[in-house]
């Protein structure tokens, strides 16, 4: 969909056999078209050169330039220099705005004048201003919206910008769905009515957006609605590789050569949602059946077994190099794990949990935290977080004393104290009685099996699961919105049978809801797993 809509709506149009243009991105667009296209995509839609809008780029003034940009003022500051100049950058433009362009920065286009040819060629808002991450998981891309939503200081700006850009995402799937939030954090009301008013907007331009379809449902969290499960030490392999190993961008480096942990990967996709036991076992289980598939050496020692294929069979390289990467990474995982984590995460799943490895109530859990506190090769940083897990399992706060005794046991300076107190700010009482108490969800039984160290669940898949079967919380979690399913329609049967899962797999994907959750504050690789897990 993502790809597609791109090369549909900005390049295809423009493309002429033989012709070049140059694609000039701001960063935003830049994730955008590297999420989804590799060079050889552009080169054949004429595509030369990428150049980044905030750079200042050498002349290229024969060739066209197409214009992927934010509406932002100051990357339209930089368009109108390339242009307001005696000597022009480019040819000519073609503007693609990723969302809609209000009318003050449409006007400084107008600034554009000095040349007497035709220079704004195209002039477009697509409407795509989101980050696919994974086929089912997308990001706004706007790592300080955590810090500025939950500032004390107004926000008016900041939830209208995520408003827009969440509505660029529900038109490109073509959905006008039910909004749902939950209304503990004031923040939230104003943000889901802006969330409306853009939907709105999209829908009175276009009113086949959401005909034909069933409409979806848009539930708004923000991070406050779980802050456990951002605590922890999630021992699932994405969750560790990302957590404790240095990867940036998709990247993992692995002998001084670069490996992009990406969809295209069937391995990463096969294994990231697989607790590190199961990943370390099944590794070697693949590896030893490829080799007898391919009738290669085989022994105890898989990394020699590699290294010995890529020397007697080149032409199985990509395989085994795939093999090799994700071997050293899960290796690379259990050794961060077996240095620190271990000591952290049975203490980490007792605090979330509330009860034992013997499944039995914790009553006092301090006895349990102190020799972590204590501990010096334990991260400052893990120990914070250990203090704000007890400081949850209380549910009410604890007294000041009892914090200056917990960080004073971490050595936690005075200054680094605000991270603690700052989770007032989500609505979390730190100091017994120094702000209301939220409600506490009732979590759901379950009688999966889980690893010791992995039993905390997190909440969201609760709120998924109730949402699908239609017995999420109306007081909880109430609608903005309410849109009605018909009622000859079939699916709306389908939907109330216990068995509601096999039917829908079998109906053309128009006729399955689709449940869109939006976290303002970001979300965590467990809760991603989680929700695959549905």
Not at 139 to 156: C, E, I, V
Not at 408 to 429: C, F, K, S, T, W
Request: glycine share 4%.
């Amino acid at each position: 969909m993502f790809y597609t809509g791109i090369i549909d709506n900005v390049f295809k149009p423009l493309h002429k056999v033989g012709e070049w243009k140059v694609l000039v991105v701001d960063h935003l667009s830049m994730r955008m078209v590297s999420s989804c296209l590799k060079m050889h995509d552009l080169l054949e839609v004429g595509i030369t050169i990428v150049e980044n809008v905030h750079i200042q780029r050498e002349p290229l003034n024969r060739l066209e330039a197409i214009y992927l940009i934010t509406p932002d003022e100051k990357v339209l500051e930089e368009v109108i220099e390339d242009f307001d100049s005696f000597f022009l950058t480019y040819k000519s433009a073609h503007i693609f705005f990723t969302e809609v362009c209000p009318d003050h920065l449409m006007t400084k286009l107008h600034q554009i004048r000095k040349c007497k040819v035709i220079i704004v060629k195209t002039l477009k808002e697509i409407d795509i201003a989101f980050l696919p991450c994974e086929e089912q998981v997308f990001s706004l891309d706007n790592p300080s919206t955590f810090d500025r939503f939950f500032s004390p200081a107004p926000t008016s700006l900041l939830p209208q910008k995520i408003a827009e850009q969440l509505a660029t995402l529900c038109a490109s799937l073509g959905e006008f769905p039910s909004i749902r939030y939950k209304p503990d954090n004031p923040k939230m009301v104003g943000f889901a009515n802006q969330v409306k008013a853009r939907l709105d907007v999209y829908k009175r331009d276009d009113p086949s957006i959401g005909e034909g379809r069933y409409p979806a449902q848009l539930i708004l969290l923000d991070r406050g609605f779980d802050p456990i499960s951002p605590l922890l030490h999630e021992l699932t392999y994405q969750a560790m590789a990302y957590d404790l190993i240095n990867i940036k961008n998709d990247v993992f480096k692995y002998n001084f050569n670069l490996f992009f942990l990406l969809e295209n990967d069937e391995m990463w996709v096969k294994l990231r949602h697989l607790h590190i036991a199961d990943v370390s076992r099944k590794i070697p289980e693949e590896i030893k059946e490829f080799s007898e598939k391919e009738k290669l050496p085989s022994s105890q020692n898989k990394m020699k077994d590699l290294q010995a294929m890529l020397k007697k069979a080149p032409q199985y390289k990509d395989q085994v190099k795939k093999f090799m990467v994700h071997f050293s990474l899960a290796e690379e995982c259990m050794r961060h794990y077996n240095e620190v984590a271990n000591k952290l995460c049975p203490v980490e799943q007792e605090l979330a949990t509330g009860f034992d490895k013997d499944d039995v109530k914790l009553k006092e859990p301090v006895k349990g935290i102190v020799p972590v506190l204590l501990d010096h090769d334990i991260r400052l940083h893990d120990k914070l977080k250990v203090i704000l897990l007890y400081i949850l399992f209380k549910h009410e706060g604890i007294s000041e004393e009892n914090l200056d005794k917990l960080c004073g046991h971490a050595q936690i300076p005075v200054e680094d104290r605000a991270e603690i107190m700052n989770m007032e700010y989500l609505g979390i009482p730190v100091i017994k009685g120094s702000i209301q108490k939220k409600y506490s969800p009732v979590r759901k039984t379950r009688m999966e099996t889980f690893y010791l160290l992995s039993r905390w669940v997190p909440y969201i898949k609760d709120i998924i699961e109730d949402a699908i079967e239609g017995t999420l919380s109306e007081q909880l979690f109430p609608f903005l919105v309410k849109r009605a399913l018909p009622e000859s329609s079939s699916l709306r049967t389908c939907l109330s049978d216990t068995n509601w899962r096999k039917r829908v797999t079998a109906a053309p994907v128009s006729l399955v809801p689709r449940l869109i959750v939006f976290i303002v504050g970001g979300v965590t690789y467990s809760e991603t797993r989680s929700a695959y897990e549905v």
